[in-house]
């Protein structure tokens, strides 16, 4: 592992798109993880935020996020896969990877697994001829699916080669030990068939209701290291690094604090979570050489 391996997303640094880029790349970061509306709610427009991407040099692992999307039926479904497309043409403008799609909260989804795989199936088809890979994620106040053992056997169900599970350390942890989660079951995942990893903690050990776990995942997160679920962490890591997965990490860390910091500070903290990811990996860690004096 090295600083290659990690990227932040944008969630977690404040000021404008021009000012989370420069603090991303100033870190020694290469690749970002963008939001949707870094470029589409730019105040000079659209264009003017795939230049700033562009001229930062930094690659595009994501977009976040696609929300609510599959086990919708007739006028929903129908609005859902023409926001997806939007979407897919979003990641294509900008060199984004992956188009990232978290589990349903509607009230209106079917918990019906085979329709959920048939959506999820249909939006990597349409993915394929644009060669991005979509990145399949179970929050963990999902409706229907909340835990990564369901995502992954749906993806399976979906049987495409460009879809993948997302794992979001937060949702993973936040579930431990309260809905039979079973953090074993991360052993069972291929390597390949894992399209994304998303890392943070928090600071304290359980989030028992459904709007604790909203709170503390928008408000409270910090970066690996700086929490109270190192031990699992590490161990999830290593059970990541162990399956043969050897594509992106994002810190994803919403945090208020953190949105009151200068961007620089934040990114610096980011990099030395980088460093502490990197030490706990079965691979290589971060040579001497690029730690911070």
Same mark, same amino acid.
């Given at each position: ?182 953090? +074993?079951?991360?052993?069972?995942? #291929? !390597? /390949?068939?894992? $399209? ?7 600071? &304290?050990? %359980? ?48 945090? +208020?604090?953190?949105?009151?910091? #200068? !961007? /620089?500070?934040? $990114? ?7 460093? &502490?990811? %990197? ?15």
């Amino acid at each position: 592992m090295n600083l290659a391996d990690f990227s932040l997303d944008t969630i977690t640094l404040a000021g404008s798109l021009e000012s989370k880029l420069d603090a991303a790349a100033g870190a020694g970061f290469s690749q970002i993880t963008l939001w949707a509306k870094d470029l589409v709610g730019h105040p000079d427009g659209y264009e003017a935020a795939l230049n700033e991407v562009r001229l930062s040099g930094l690659r595009v692992n994501a977009i976040q996020v696609m929300r609510d999307y599959e086990g919708l039926s007739g006028p929903l479904h129908r609005y859902k896969i023409e926001t997806v497309k939007t979407m897919l043409r979003l990641c294509e403008s900008v060199g984004a990877e992956r188009l990232l799609i978290c589990s349903s909260t509607s009230a209106h989804a079917s918990g019906d697994i085979d329709h959920i795989a048939a959506d999820l199936r249909k939006v990597a088809m349409l993915a394929t001829p644009l060669g991005i890979r979509v990145g399949y994620e179970a929050l963990s106040w999902g409706r229907h699916v909340s835990d990564f053992e369901l995502s992954w056997a749906i993806v399976q169900r979906a049987d495409r080669a460009n879809l993948g599970v997302c794992i979001d350390s937060f949702h993973l942890l936040a579930n431990c030990g309260l809905n039979g989660t079973n953090f +074993d079951a991360l052993a069972t995942i #291929p !390597g /390949e068939r894992i $399209a994304f990893v998303q890392l943070s903690d928090f600071l &304290w050990k %359980a989030v028992r209701t459904p709007e604790e776990r909203i709170e503390t995942a928008r408000h409270l997160r910090v970066f690996p290291g700086e929490g109270v679920h190192s031990a699992e962490l590490s161990r999830m890591i290593r059970m990541i690094d162990q399956s043969g997965y050897r594509g992106d990490w994002s810190f994803e860390v919403f945090n +208020d604090d953190y949105v009151q910091m #200068p !961007g /620089e500070a934040v $990114a610096a903290r980011a990099r030395d979570a980088a460093m &502490w990811v %990197a030490s706990q990996s079965t691979r290589r860690s971060l040579p001497r050489t690029m730690i911070r004096q």
